[in-house]
């Protein structure tokens, strides 16, 4: 069963915008994952936020992390066109040694 | 830069025929696995590895096997492919089962 579920599953935003993507999970999780997937094209690993930290940045990109709440976000500072991907989160969870995904959020900036 | 290459982008293969789909990464990862995605289903994986001959049922399982003889190639096999199975497979490693994974371009795969 898909344990991360991401919000919305669509955003269409201008470019220079900020886009924000949630992801809620179910179960105690080792951590949490986030990847682009452009269209018909493999996943390529955006960043990772293990259980013990609240927030990380890389370049544009801020990811935080909710434990309590088992939610996470992304966001992407001052959107381009090329940024037009489907980003999914993807958890590991205590028990397991296995990645689960969701179904991923589909965003569209415009140029 | 870790590099995973699968061996075909798209393949077109009729009903109950075998099928293998190839996967090598070059970055002596541990551990390789094989997901499928599907619209509205979102990845799911099949199998994985996590050392040489060592495999691990995933959630879907049925209908497929896999083969890992070398550290570096992961094989994906439809034993007799069947119109359900036609779908995107991705293959990925990772140096630890708890690091981020390397995905392959993906291969999409039509039974027809």
């Known amino acids: 069963s898909q344990q991360g579920e991401e919000d919305p599953q669509a955003l269409s935003i201008q470019e220079g915008e900020n886009a924000t993507m949630n992801c809620s999970y179910k179960?105690?999780?080792?951590?949490l994952q986030w990847y682009r997937q452009n269209s018909g094209r493999g996943l390529v690993h955006l960043i990772l936020?293990?259980?013990?930290?609240r927030e990380k940045h890389s370049g544009r990109l801020r990811v935080t992390l909710d434990t309590s709440k088992k939610s996470s976000s992304l966001l992407i500072t001052a959107s381009r066109a090329a940024d037009t991907a489907s980003y999914f989160c993807?958890?590991?969870?205590?028990?397991?040694?296995?990645?689960?995904f969701g179904e991923g959020t589909q965003l569209t900036v415009n140029p | 830069d870790v590099k995973v290459t699968q061996s075909s982008r798209y393949l077109v293969k009729r009903t109950g025929e075998k099928v293998f789909l190839e996967c090598v990464q070059d970055m002596d990862h541990e551990n390789m696995f094989w997901y499928r995605q599907d619209p509205g289903l979102g990845l799911r994986l099949i199998y994985f590895s996590y050392d040489v001959k060592m495999k691990e049922k995933g959630d879907i399982p049925e209908g497929y096997s896999v083969s890992r003889e070398k550290k570096e190639r992961f094989s994906l096999i439809l034993e007799s492919a069947s119109t359900n199975q036609t779908s995107m497979y991705l293959c990925?490693?990772?140096?630890?089962?708890?690091?981020?994974?390397?995905f392959g371009p993906g291969t999409r795969l039509t039974v027809t």
């Open positions: 993807a958890t590991q969870e205590t028990s397991g040694s296995r990645l689960t």
């Open positions: 179960t105690s999780i080792n951590n």
């Open positions: 936020i293990r259980s013990n930290e």
């Open positions: 990925a490693s990772s140096l630890y089962y708890n690091y981020e994974q390397y």
